[in-house]
């Protein structure tokens, strides 16, 4: 296993890179405090710790696996590179994909969501005649025609929007990856077609169909 010798400085509540296992190509890296992504809301997420690369490497921000899977939280530039030349605080750029507007419909036909909602949020409805919003207890919601007949506003227990991301400080919120930098040579050419092997196709071509 090929290692590099990377300069680190910790700021407060900032931690290490940690591998998990001996042949992990990614360290987990750490949110430094505690944070609320609302639906929609786009974030960097702080890691408080600087490092000094070689001259010859790049390191990648990539997403963990498990958060992409089963929560809503996105790493949309990834991968991040921080240059070598970089020694400013390294983040997490994160966004919270959750599109609150499909849960009215999720509601209606999903029962274990309903009861969910029923029991831990509020559900603000319009008022029709002055355009505000009348809070009811998710208790009082008992049909689906209710549910069904304006839209709706779903408040959890910090009165955020449902689908709100709370991070905690610690938790294991990406990867990074190190990387040897190459730099092109680029060589002005006529025809690029003649050069090599020519495989043909476009953007697209190895796409559904």
């Known amino acids: 296993m090929k290692k590099e010798k990377i ?9 290490i890179p940690a591998y998990a296992n001996f042949n992990d190509a990614g360290a987990d890296v750490y949110a430094a405090e505690d944070l609320v992504i609302r639906p929609g809301e786009k974030i960097i997420i702080p890691l408080n710790f600087k490092v000094a690369l070689p001259d010859s490497i790049e390191m990648q921000v990539r997403p963990r696996s498990g958060l992409s899977l089963k929560t809503s939280l996105s790493i949309p530039n990834s991968p991040g590179t921080v240059d070598a030349g970089y020694r400013n605080p390294v983040g997490v750029i994160a966004e919270n994909t959750y599109n609150i507007a499909t849960l009215p419909y999720e509601m209606l036909y999903n029962e274990e969501l309903r009861a969910e909602v029923q029991r831990n949020c509020r559900i603000l409805f319009p008022d029709k005649k ?18 069904g007949l304006a839209p709706f506003l779903v408040l959890d227990e910090q009165n955020n929007p449902y689908g ?41 071509s190895t796409g559904l169909k």
């Open 130 to 147: 002055d355009g505000v919003f009348t809070t009811y207890s998710a208790k009082g919601t008992e049909t689906q025609e209710t549910l």
């Open 164 to 204: 709100t991301l709370y991070i905690e400080k610690g938790t294991k919120i990406a990867q990074v990856v190190f990387n040897e930098v190459i730099h092109a040579e680029f060589i002005e050419t006529d025809d690029v077609s003649i050069i090599g092997k020519n495989r043909g196709g476009g953007y697209g």
């Open 7 to 15: 300069h680190i400085e910790l700021m407060e509540d900032g931690r």
